[in-house]
Nanobody, 121 residues
């Protein structure tokens, strides 16, 4: 069984920075795309940033230039450095990963439990 565990959320003033980390645990053969999503109150969950196994990245327009996603393929971890935070960045941030637990198995999408990020004005 595979688990994703996020850490690093919290309360920060506008203009500040936070770094989110996501660790994986369990039976893992390979990890494809990893990413971060967020869900603000009353809104749908949205993609914030993703990174492929080769390092290619994708960002939401609202965070491009402020957030940086990175991964450690040896440790199967993914991080999100968030700078110049704005109140509209507030929400629950979820780690996401496409993981194959065994050789020849197709990938399955896994989610973390979420970590709260609150940006005060």
């Amino acid at each position: 069984q595979v688990h994703l565990v996020e850490s690093g959320g919290g309360l920060v003033q506008a203009g500040g920075s936070l770094r989110l980390s996501c660790a994986t645990a369990g039976s893992i053969y390979s990890v494809d795309t990893m990413g971060w999503y967020r869900q603000a109150p009353g809104k749908q969950r949205e993609l914030v940033a993703s990174i492929g196994s080769g390092g290619s990245t994708n960002y939401a327009d609202s965070v491009r230039g402020r957030f940086t996603i990175s991964r450690d393929n040896a440790k199967n971890t993914v991080s999100l450095q968030m700078n110049s935070l704005k109140p509209e960045d507030t929400g629950v941030y979820y780690c996401n990963a496409e993981i194959s637990p065994f050789r020849y198995w197709s990938t399955t999408e896994y989610w973390g439990q979420g970590t709260q990020v609150t940006v005060s004005s």
